[in-house]
């Protein structure tokens, strides 16, 4: 069973910097080799949001609010999704989670996928952006 754990989250200034990881454990290797991953968000009193998803052949796609500022990444020596965070605003604020375990070989069903494909999930962590 896979389980994924957060970190990296915390609160800064409007502006600054934030690099999450999620740790993947519990995976087989056919299911890695193909995994499709993803970084979501949730601001209180709205719904989950997709932030940024990575495909098996490397391909990423980010959401239009967070184009230029953040970047999805992998270690796949060290099974470790990562979300480089930069210029970050308040509307950034939420509870952050990855999330795995979507093995697909195409490129095209990982980046559209709904959330409802990706069937591991972090607890999250909290990102808090002020002024």
């Known amino acids: 069973q896979v389980q994924l754990v957060e970190s990296g989250g915390g609160s800064v200034q409007a502006g600054g910097s934030l690099r999450l990881s999620c740790s993947a454990s519990?995976?087989?290797?056919?299911?890695?080799?193909?995994?499709?991953m993803g970084w979501f968000r949730q601001a209180p009193g709205k719904e989950r949001e997709g932030v940024a998803r990575?495909?098996?052949?490397?391909?990423?796609n980010y959401a239009d609010s967070v184009k230029g500022r953040f970047t999805i990444s992998q270690d796949n020596a060290k099974n470790t999704l990562y979300l480089q965070m930069n210029s970050l605003k308040p509307e950034d604020t939420g509870m952050y989670y990855c999330?795995?375990?979507?093995?697909?070989?195409?490129?095209?069903?990982?980046?559209?996928?709904?959330?409802?494909?990706?069937?591991?999930w972090g607890r999250g962590t909290q990102v808090t952006v002020f002024l």
């Open positions: 990575i495909a098996s052949d490397g391909t990423t």
């Open positions: 519990g995976y087989t290797y056919s299911t890695y080799s193909t995994d499709c």
């Open positions: 999330a795995t375990n979507f093995p697909t070989d195409s490129t095209h069903f990982c980046l559209g996928a709904s959330q409802g494909y990706f069937r591991s």
